[in-house]
């Protein structure tokens, strides 16, 4: 089956700005993750959802950041008033259950804030 | 406490060598430790995971070696081949079972 996607692949934005960033699970998976990648931090987890429980937004750097999850599938990473160090790679994974089964990676969205 | 310290930070090995990465661990409370291989322009891949029950797992060529009171663990990686070069990560699952707590990455380079 198809694996999981996000949309768009790259993105580059103007500081300030607002963007949103998308991702689509495997199908049944009902847990989701978001993850930040960037050279001088390596990978970061931002966000958790899983099923209908409040989400963990522990990871959440500021609260310019904010993700939600519509229907238990798509999911949404909202980065407000974008700076320049929010450029990175921001990957999603899901896995079928919670964080002890194997999380399956998107090929993430590349955001480069000018 | 939330840390996984990952070492070493690029690797070079001829091909058909053993490839060796290490990482270590604070919190006692994590139970889950699973090696991620990312490739350029892609998202990570679960490789291989280890629950700290046991001290060894091994599949194919890809070996974890576990020391639960050492709060260390490792990847080994034998008859190295050029197609494994990438970037791998090893991981922590958090306290509460939410997020996986990643090491900076190892790059390793098989050269043929």
């Known amino acids: 089956g198809a694996g999981v996607s996000q949309s768009p692949s790259n993105k580059v934005t103007e500081k300030g700005k607002d963007v949103e960033l998308r991702c689509d699970p495997i199908s049944g998976h009902t847990a989701l993750y978001w993850y930040r990648q960037s050279l001088g931090q390596g990978l970061e987890f931002l966000i958790y959802?899983?099923?209908?429980?409040?989400?963990?937004k522990s990871g959440l750097p500021s609260d310019r950041f904010s993700a939600e999850r519509t229907g238990g599938s798509v999911s949404t990473l909202t980065i407000q008033r974008t700076q320049q160090e929010d450029s990175a790679v921001y990957l999603c994974?899901?896995?079928?259950?919670?964080?002890?089964?194997?999380?399956?990676f998107g090929p993430g969205t590349r955001l480069t804030v000018t | 406490q939330q840390q996984v310290k990952q070492s070493p930070q690029s690797l070079i090995v001829q091909k058909g060598g053993i490839s060796i990465i290490n990482c270590a661990y604070e919190n006692t409370a994590f139970d889950y430790f699973p090696w991620y291989q990312q490739f350029p322009g892609k998202g990570p891949a679960l490789l291989i995971a280890?629950?700290?029950?046991?001290s060894e797992k091994k599949e194919g060529r890809f070996t974890i070696s576990f020391n639960k009171s050492a709060k260390q663990f490792s990847l080994h990686i034998m008859d190295s081949q050029p197609g494994d070069s990438a970037t791998y990560f090893c991981?922590?699952?958090?306290?509460?079972?939410?997020?996986?707590?990643f090491g900076k990455g190892t790059t390793l380079s098989v050269s043929s």
């Open positions: 991981a922590a699952l958090n306290q509460a079972g939410t997020a996986l707590i």
């Open positions: 280890i629950r700290p029950d046991v």
């Open positions: 959802f899983q099923g209908n429980s409040a989400p963990d």
């Open positions: 994974a899901s896995s079928s259950q919670g964080g002890r089964y194997e999380q399956y």
